[in-house]
């Protein structure tokens, strides 16, 4: 039996930039919630033991609903959240605990400078940001929050995951009340992948079909690093996701660890 489709709607692709996150905000958690949340915290505290530094005032940038942040306060942590998607961001009062978060551009952060003990970004939100000059910017001004001595956390889905179709994936037929599709485009002349993604979600005999299109841009390794020093940082590493071994031309993500000097000046002061 063939798999059982969302009624067809003609699917509009939306700029880079505009709608990303906010048709599926109200479902986001729930599309979600296989993901350990749990564990990525661990490995970001793994990260910074390895390295021998401490955290307590910590922002979540790019937080989306919320579920990093709010698994940290349940740490002790004191953290605080900003991201792009006002939708996004609303629900990170739902969280358990709470979270508190603001609407705030990555590249052009209105926070007081030397205020952080770390900031985190993580599942692959970095990506996002499709111009280097902007990446470039999001780097100088983590660079300026963090306090001396204070690290910055990241993901980033790398060139071989995003050129590999990764993004291709599927569960119609499944019978889950969210049932989506997302098809990629890899555009190797612009480093873009376009994800044209359809949803579909059935509560009962009510059915609410809608679409998005998300925009990641690969970035290689030697450019990110030279963008982290560029910003000021003093000290910097990239890992193979969830490991401390080096990225493999296979490692379809990288966690990247950057560590602000002692008497580091804000390149942006």
Known sequence: MAPRRPKAQAQQATRPGHGEFDAVADYYDYLMRAIPYGQWVDYVEALLSRHGLQARRVLDLCCGTGKVGSEMLRRGYEVYGADLSEKMVRHCRRQQPPLPAAVMDASALGLRSNSFDLVVSLYDSLNYILDPAKLACCFCHVHRILKPGAAFVFDMNTTYALAAGFFAQSN??????????????????????????????????????????????????????????????????????YSFRPPSRWSDRIFGLAVKGDDACNVLD
């Open 172 to 241: 119609l037929g499944s019978g889950d009340p969210l049932e989506f599709e997302w098809r990629p485009q890899w555009d190797s002349s612009t480093r873009i992948c376009r994800v044209d993604m359809r949803f579909c979600w059935r509560d009962g005999s009510r059915e609410k079909v809608f679409h998005e299109t998300h925009y990641q841009r690969a970035y290689e390794i030697e450019e990110i690093e030279n963008m982290l020093v560029a910003a000021g940082f003093a000290e910097t590493h990239i890992y193979h996701a």
